[in-house]
């Protein structure tokens, strides 16, 4: 595939069109496809700038979102920026097949065997900043994470919540969980004083939900 047939494939996953499109193709390439090609350049520093702007956007998001401490809030943040879930929205947008690797960079299906997939996103993220500016990276940013429950059902609060109330109360919280029509309901009590409830689509979610409320009110308290 030539530069220009994968520039206008790119373009079209992200909804936008490069002025500058080197940008673009050093956000693709990989070192060691610049190093078997000699072409002087590749993605990381583009990397490096689009790291930094991607938990400045996150940061700020979850700061205006997110009504919770700053634990929580640094957890979150973790996962959405983590090289696993930037792997995921690359492959989420079929942008995988256009990256610039070797060819033993690849498996026997064409994927990527290496851990920097994610590192794309934010070379490419940089790209759109500096072809685009603010404007252009933000509308790229928000059409990625502006649903951020679904970040937050990786996290595992009722651990956080075990924790929590053992420091607190030297006791664990009790769960009962239910089927109604509606999924799973599940009641979490701590420490005999405090009952909060949650819903999901599973058993496991629900308990989830019931910690995650029962962890924002004894944070809230304790402030």
């Not at 030539?2 to 050093?26: G, T, W």
């Not at 640094?74 to 792997?87: C, G, Q, W, Y």
């Not at 990276?137 to 009722?158: C, G, H, R, T, V």
């Not at 929590?164 to 029509?181: G, R």
Request: glycine share 6%; net charge negative.
């Amino acid at each position: 595939m030539y530069y220009s047939e994968r520039i206008k494939a790119v373009e079209q996953i992200l909804n936008y069109r490069f002025l500058n499109k080197q940008y673009l193709i050093e956000a693709l390439v990989h070192k060691s496809y610049a190093t078997q090609f000699q072409l002087g350049f590749n993605y990381e520093r583009l990397e490096f700038l689009g790291d930094s702007l991607l938990q400045m956007f996150v940061t700020e998001l979850l700061y205006r979102d997110r009504q919770t401490d700053q634990g929580q809030l640094t957890r979150l943040r973790a996962h959405m920026v983590s090289r696993i879930t930037l792997a995921g929205l690359v492959r989420d947008m079929d942008l995988e097949p256009y990256v610039l690797v070797q060819q033993n960079l690849r498996d026997d299906k064409g994927f990527i065997s290496g851990d920097f997939l994610g590192d794309f996103f934010e070379s490419l993220l940089a790209a759109l900043y500096l072809d685009g500016g603010v404007e252009a990276s933000s509308a790229f940013l928000s059409s990625k994470f502006s649903n951020i429950s679904i970040f937050e059902d990786y996290i595992d609060y009722k651990s956080r919540l075990q924790e929590f109330s053992l420091k607190a109360t030297k006791q664990l919280p009790v769960y009962d969980t239910i089927l109604d029509v509606e999924g799973y309901l599940a009641v979490v009590r701590v420490s005999g004083s405090l009952e909060v409830s949650g819903k999901g689509s599973s058993k496991k979610k629900a308990e989830q939900m019931a910690a995650k409320q029962a962890l924002e009110v004894l944070v809230a308290a304790s402030e």
